[in-house]
């Protein structure tokens, strides 16, 4: 069949230009590239497909695939504040296709579905169902539609993992009896519920976690899908789409210092719970005004400015990058450094900064940032907090004890710009704020820059 | 064309060191398109849905065909806003150098 070989060669191309793709995005000199790499190896996939003798009907799917893009477009578009939940978002929709198309695949072939058929299939519509409807709570959540504040009871583990069990067990049946089609729904429908509970307990912070362990599964249900329709390019798209997640969600839970397995059963969020009883602080901290801050930054020679996702919240990256752009006619070295799970997904502030002109070779991870902080003058930390806090090195008591940090408080100075002495998100007291060295500005994080920035560009000295 | 079972495992397992290896050299710098991308190409799973939704079937004929056709909306719109915001993201990281004034 000459029609089938040069699908198959189409695909064999878009397999060979999607690795290609990855391949290329390793550093930002090749990436777009990789990108490119990647939309032509989709266009020959899809334009391959539509040649299959098979297909009866274009009408359908014409309308589908313009549907697709008209929707497509405004996604494509959102601002990089939104980035994290419209990658929620799509983590979603990719779940809803596969999940669709495992139901009709099903439908289509039972009674008749051999075991491993049956097995995959089931993989395919559990996991995506649970990404699906998980994605969305976080999408909401990310968006503030949802509060933001997790919620747990008592044995919430226990309910969930009970579900997840249940809708396993029912596979199990299924495999063993296609033919008691009416137990379908529940491997559907289970998950769903199932994916709603898994992120309720979630806080903000566990975002970057929870989105690359979504991503993950969706990338897994996308390789079932592939084994039940038997297509090796769709195998091999969704195996490094879920290595992708897998690879991110270990960084993540790394950085946040929590064991893989918690996380993997959707555990997380719940450690903090008890953090906040911590006893009050009474000792004192040393503030300062714009003026006497741009006065020691103006004295510095060496500058490393620390984001977190306050900065964000408050819209202060383009007011940075004017402090950056006065310290830098300065003839003061700045870099910037970056926790891996500042932000609401991995590499958010990266994304944010460069938004904002900041060249990417001033962005540093935390691995290449922390043994610079010794020879640094001013160590500015601008809505970041736990990722900061000494005690995750010091004191075994404390419920961060163990997670890398930015060792900022190794710095000569260290400046705060905080709206007040609030705790973070998880509660938990910093005793980097009560250091000698320390300095908090207290503020918004947009106005105070934007303050320091007209100081430095006032007093000329 | 047909694959069995294990040949299909094998595809898997490769599929998936390749992509290890291929995404661990990824610079943290760029997780964020990293994950945008990988969403756009995972959105394959287009092709899957556009011959459920053409294909001719004896029953379940209108299921698949209002099952597909949402599949293709959805997967199209990963395709489509994956491939522009990632290049949207990419066009953004500047190195520094000749610096505009």
Redesign the interface.
């Known amino acids: 069949m000459p029609t089938?070989n040069i699908i198959?060669i189409t695909y064999l191309l878009?397999t060979a230009l999607?690795?290609l793709?990855?391949?290329w995005?390793?550093?930002?000199a090749t990436?777009?590239r990789?990108?490119f790499a990647?939309?032509i190896?989709?266009l020959l996939?899809?334009a391959g497909?539509?040649l299959?003798h098979?297909?009866?009907?274009?009408k359908?799917?014409v309308?589908?695939?313009v549907?697709?893009?008209i929707?497509?477009?405004?996604?494509?578009?959102?601002a990089?504040t939104a980035?994290p939940q419209?990658?929620a978002l799509?983590?979603a929709?990719?779940a809803?296709?596969?999940t669709?198309?495992g139901?009709?695949?099903f439908?289509?072939r039972a009674p008749n579905v051999p075991p491993?058929m049956m097995a995959v299939l089931s993989m395919e519509v559990i996991l995506g169902s649970l990404t699906f409807t998980g994605s969305l709570m976080a999408a909401g959540k990310l968006q503030e539609i949802l509060p933001q504040r997790p919620i747990t009871y008592k044995g919430q583990n226990f309910v969930n993992l009970g579900l997840l069990g249940v809708a396993i067990a029912v596979a199990g049946v299924l495999v063993a009896h296609p033919e008691k089609m009416q137990l379908f729904p529940a491997i559907v429908g289970i998950p769903l519920v199932f994916g709603v509970m898994m992120i309720i307990p979630i806080g903000g912070a566990d975002m970057p976690t929870v989105?690359?362990l979504l991503?993950s599964y969706?990338?897994l249900s996308?390789?079932a899908?592939?084994?039940v329709?038997?297509?090796?390019?769709?195998?091999?798209?969704?195996?490094?789409?879920?290595?992708?997640?897998?690879?991110?969600s270990v960084?993540m839970s790394k950085a946040m210092n929590r064991s893989f397995t918690n996380v993997l059963f959707g555990a997380f969020g719940q450690e903090q719970a008890g953090a906040a009883a911590g006893a009050k602080e009474t000792r004192s901290v040393r503030s300062a005004s714009p003026e006497e801050a741009a006065g020691i930054l103006a004295a510095a020679n060496k500058v490393v400015v620390v984001p977190g996702y306050g900065m964000a919240v408050a819209q202060a990256q383009h007011k940075v990058r004017e402090l950056y752009d006065a310290l830098t006619k300065r003839g003061i070295d700045v870099k910037f450094g970056?926790h891996?799970v500042a932000g609401r997904?991995?590499?958010?502030m990266?994304?944010l900064l460069?938004?904002a002109?900041i060249?990417?070779?001033?962005?540093l991870?935390m691995d290449e940032i922390n043994g610079e902080f010794p020879q640094t003058d001013v160590a500015l930390v601008i809505g970041a907090n736990d990722v900061t806090n000494p005690a995750a090195r010091s004191d075994p008591s404390s419920p961060i004890y163990g997670m890398p940090i930015l060792d900022v408080d190794k710095a000569r100075t260290v400046m705060v710009i905080k709206r007040s002495m609030g705790a973070g998100f998880a509660g938990i007291e910093n005793p980097l704020y009560y250091l000698d060295k320390t300095l908090m500005l207290f503020g918004d994080a947009k106005n105070f820059v934007g303050a320091i920035v007209r100081e430095l560009a006032g007093g000329h000295e | 064309m047909k694959l069995d079972l294990l040949t299909s495992l094998y595809v898997f397992m490769l599929a998936a060191f390749i992509g290890f290896e291929v995404i661990r050299r990824v610079s943290p710098l760029l997780h964020t398109p990293l994950m945008s991308l990988t969403n756009a190409l995972d959105a394959i799973a287009v092709v899957g849905a556009i011959i459920l939704a053409g294909e001719y079937h004896e029953h379940g004929a209108l299921l698949a065909k209002i099952l597909g056709t949402i599949a293709i909306v959805a997967a199209t719109s990963n395709i489509v806003g994956g491939f522009l915001i990632t290049d949207r993201m990419l066009r953004m990281f500047k190195a520094s150098g000749p610096k505009k004034p």
């Open positions: 089938e198959e878009a999607f690795i793709s990855l391949k995005l390793s550093t930002p990436a777009r990789g990108v990647g939309e190896g989709m996939a899809v497909t539509l299959y098979g297909i009866v009907e274009y359908w799917i309308i589908a695939l549907l697709g893009t929707i497509g477009i405004p996604l494509g578009e959102v990089m980035v419209r990658t799509s983590h929709f990719g809803l296709c596969v669709l198309v139901t009709a695949e439908y289509l491993f989105i690359s991503n969706a990338g996308a390789a899908m592939g084994f329709l038997q297509s090796k390019l769709l195998i091999i798209a969704g195996a490094l789409d879920g290595a992708s997640g897998f690879i991110l960084n970056i891996p997904m991995p590499g958010h990266n994304v460069a938004e002109d060249p990417y070779d001033k962005l991870d």
